[in-house]
Structures are given as C-alpha cells and as structure tokens.
C-alpha cells in the first residue's frame, strides 16, 4: 500500500494470486486512530471507504486501463468501517503479462473519499493468472519492488 | 486475413473454420482498380489527356481480374478447420487447411510453409503524430506436406502456441496482441500461394499441455 495512503486503513488480501472468471476475496477494515474524529476534521467527513480493481497497460505504447469492479463500503459517522469485499476477475482477462513492448499489470486500490479534501488512495499491486494456471503459470511480470 | 465462420465445411464441435477472404479481397481490388482506370481513360480521353497510363493500368486490371475470376471457378476458399475455439496458452491442436476444387483437379502432393506468430502492436502519442510499433514475440516455423484428392486440398497444421512466448489476445485501445499462421504453399498460383489466418487465444491453459506441468510455480 502506496501514494497518499490512509493510514487507518487496513486491507488483507486472502491471496493475491488469482485465476482469470475467479475473484479477490479481501477484508477490509478502517479504524480511526485515538483522537481521530472521522478524518479529523469534524464529523461526517469521512463519506466512504471504495474498493476497485482495476488493470492498466505499461510500456511503449499508450496506456489503457480499466476499472472492472468497485465496491463502497458505507462508514460510520466516526469514518469507521469493516467488511468482506469479493473482487471479481472477468473470466476473458487480461492477465498479468510481460511483454517485450506490453506489459499489463492488475491492482487493487482502496480509497477513502473525504468531502471537501484530497482522497486518500492505497493499492495492492495483484496477479491475475490464465485459468488453470494459479500455481503452475510462470509468464507473469515481476512483482513490483515497495 | 481470414475471418468469419465456415462456408464449406461445418466446424467441429467447440471448434471453429476460419474462411480465407484473400480471392475476394483481390478481386475487389482488382474491379476497383479496372472501374478507376476505364474512369480515367474516359476522362483524359475526352480531355485530349495521355491515356497509355491508364490503358495498361486498365489491362493489368482486368488480366489479374480475370485471373482470380478463373481461380475461383476452380476452387472454393481456403478454410483453417480449428478444433478448440478459442486456442488455449500452451495448446498443441492438429488444425487442418482444406480447400474444395469445384472442377476436376490431378491428384498431387504440395509442399507448405508455415509460420505461427505473436504480435505485440502499440500505437502512442508523440505530439500530433500517432506512432506504431510492432513486434513478433513468437515466431515459430513448420512445415508440412498438403495431398490433393479427389478434388479437395488437405494440409494438417500443427498449431502449437507456447507458453513461454506471447500471451492471450487482447484488443485494447492502444495495445494490441494477435495470433496468426501464415502459410506459403507452392506450386499454387498467385493469388493463392499464401495465406494467413488470425485466431484468438484465450486466458486459459491447455490442461492437456505436458509442458504445463513442469512449470515452475508463480514467484513474487
């Protein structure tokens, strides 16, 4: 988890393998931090806490990309949530691929939408694997070093 | 390129018969091609212009026309016969290249060249220019032998696509994969000679494939 993270966020990936038509299953809880009343700037600010994956393109060419689930988890008037968020894979791809000029790499992304501020997004960098091949496809781009 | 369902021959169960639209393709250039030229005779006739230009052009035309007319009467299209649609990563098919005669054609053996190849293409932005690039990541040869009898053409294609080479099909906007074997067949005329086929290859693997099982698992 990266780029302007929330910190009382917490995201556990049950497995962040997955095969293409299968899905992420990934708990996700925000507990705000002692003295934090909902972002800390007065209540209500903190208006929901949304789980997306999402796939996008690096290399030569221009990027795509492509936003394929999302889930808003509603919070509290504290800004606290906690759920079960099942991420599903469409069963035509793409997968993770290493490419000499494509590469496409999957992510989830958490973000916290505060009103009246800058959100605060986290992600996960995720494999997505060709069906049949968790466990035995190889092909997949190199996790990205955090 | 081929695409498009079968003509001729019904696919097989899950699998799929690419029809070659090559013969077509050429005789629809080459009518537009003959209706462009005669235009322009007219035309720079009627003007005073030079016509020798468009004349040959004309006849060119109209001889290739003819040509492909004469191809056609003899024989259907070319169809690829795929067993399993879409391919599979790491799928080893026996596909089979037919094609019918609609005349009587001598029995014969004809030699075939092929080529299966992946190709990574990108297009990217560089100030007002759209830029192209690209790559075969694969390119696996293989050759065979075709047999002509009783009027229909056959050639078994092994069309093997590795594991560790391309990957899936994918059709984005700016970044694309494509699959296709391309085939040089000889003793055939012009118009037929060579062919390429696209096919699409799916996220899934081939659990078939021996190689599967000796990869080595997913590593961070």
Same mark, same amino acid.
């Given at each position: 988890?990266?780029?302007?993270?929330?910190?009382?966020?917490?995201?556990?990936?049950?497995?962040?393998?997955?095969?293409?038509?299968?899905?992420?299953?990934?708990?996700?809880?925000?507990?705000?931090?002692?003295?934090?009343?909902?972002?800390?700037?007065?209540?209500?600010?903190?208006?929901?806490?949304?789980?997306?994956?999402?796939?996008?393109?690096?290399?030569?060419?221009?990027?795509?990309?492509?936003?394929?689930?999302?889930?808003?988890?509603?919070?509290?008037? =504290?800004?606290?949530? #906690?759920?079960?968020?099942? /991420?599903? *894979? $469409?069963?035509? %791809?793409?997968?993770? @691929? +290493?490419?000499?000029?494509?590469?496409?790499?999957?992510?989830?992304?958490?973000?916290?939408?505060?009103?009246?501020? =800058?959100?605060?997004? #986290?992600?996960?960098?995720? /494999?997505? *694997? $060709?069906?049949? %091949?968790?466990?035995? @496809? +190889?092909?997949?781009?190199?996790?990205?070093?955090? | 390129?081929?695409?498009?369902?079968?003509?001729?021959?019904?696919?097989?169960?899950?699998?799929?018969?690419?029809?070659?639209?090559?013969?077509?393709?050429?005789?629809?250039?080459?009518?537009?091609?003959?209706?462009?030229?005669?235009?322009?005779?007219?035309?720079?006739?009627?003007?005073?212009?030079?016509?020798?230009?468009?004349?040959?052009?004309?006849?060119?035309?109209?001889?290739?026309?003819?040509?492909?007319?004469?191809?056609?009467?003899?024989?259907?299209?070319?169809?690829?016969?795929?067993?399993?649609?879409?391919?599979?990563?790491?799928?080893?098919?026996?596909?089979?290249?037919?094609?019918?005669?609609?005349?009587?054609?001598?029995?014969?053996?004809?030699?075939?060249?092929?080529?299966?190849?992946?190709?990574?293409?990108?297009?990217?932005?560089?100030?007002?220019?759209?830029?192209?690039?690209?790559?075969?990541?694969?390119?696996?040869?293989?050759?065979?032998?075709?047999?002509?009898?009783?009027?229909?053409?056959?050639?078994?294609?092994?069309?093997?696509?590795?594991?560790?080479?391309?990957?899936?099909?994918?059709?984005?906007?700016?970044?694309?994969?494509?699959?296709?074997?391309?085939?040089?067949?000889?003793?055939?005329?012009?118009?037929?000679?060579?062919?390429?086929?696209?096919?699409?290859?799916?996220?899934?693997?081939?659990?078939?494939?021996?190689?599967?099982?000796?990869?080595?698992?997913?590593?961070?």
């Amino acid at each position: 988890m990266q780029r302007n993270a929330d910190p009382n966020l917490s995201i556990r990936i049950d497995d962040d393998v997955a095969e293409v038509g299968s899905f992420f299953g990934c708990d996700v809880a925000r507990s705000p931090a002692d003295g934090e009343s909902n972002a800390s700037s007065g209540p209500g600010k903190i208006r929901a806490v949304r789980v997306s994956l999402r796939w996008y393109t690096e290399g030569r060419g221009d990027t795509d990309s492509n936003t394929v689930m999302t889930v808003e988890l509603p919070v509290d008037e =504290f800004g606290m949530t #906690s759920g079960r968020v099942e /991420l599903g *894979v $469409p069963g035509n %791809g793409p997968i993770s @691929y +290493d490419g000499s000029l494509i590469r496409v790499r999957w992510e989830i992304s958490a973000q916290t939408d505060i009103k009246l501020g =800058f959100d605060q997004l #986290s992600t996960a960098e995720v /494999l997505v *694997v $060709p069906r049949g %091949g968790h466990g035995l @496809y +190889d092909r997949a781009h190199p996790r990205r070093v955090q | 390129m081929a695409t498009g369902d079968s003509a001729g021959t019904p696919p097989p169960p899950g699998g799929r018969v690419l029809v070659s639209t090559k013969g077509t393709a050429i005789l629809g250039c080459g009518a537009t091609l003959l209706v462009v030229a005669v235009g322009l005779i007219i035309v720079m006739g009627f003007s005073g212009g030079y016509v020798v230009i468009p004349t040959l052009i004309a006849i060119a035309a109209a001889i290739a026309l003819g040509y492909g007319v004469k191809e056609m009467q003899k024989w259907e299209a070319f169809e690829l016969v795929i067993p399993v649609w879409p391919v599979p990563l790491g799928a080893t098919l026996d596909a089979e290249l037919i094609r019918r005669a609609k005349t009587s054609v001598p029995d014969r053996d004809i030699a075939v060249r092929g080529l299966i190849i992946c190709r990574e293409k990108v297009t990217y932005q560089v100030g007002t220019d759209t830029r192209t690039e690209r790559n075969d990541v694969c390119k696996q040869p293989f050759s065979t032998i075709a047999t002509v009898n009783d009027g229909v053409f056959r050639a078994p294609i092994p069309l093997v696509v590795p594991l560790d080479r391309g990957g899936p099909t994918i059709d984005f906007e700016h970044n694309d994969i494509t699959w296709r074997v391309d085939l040089e067949m000889e003793k055939l005329s012009w118009t037929s000679a060579s062919q390429s086929f696209e096919f699409v290859v799916a996220p899934y693997l081939d659990t078939d494939a021996g190689v599967i099982q000796d990869a080595p698992r997913s590593q961070p």
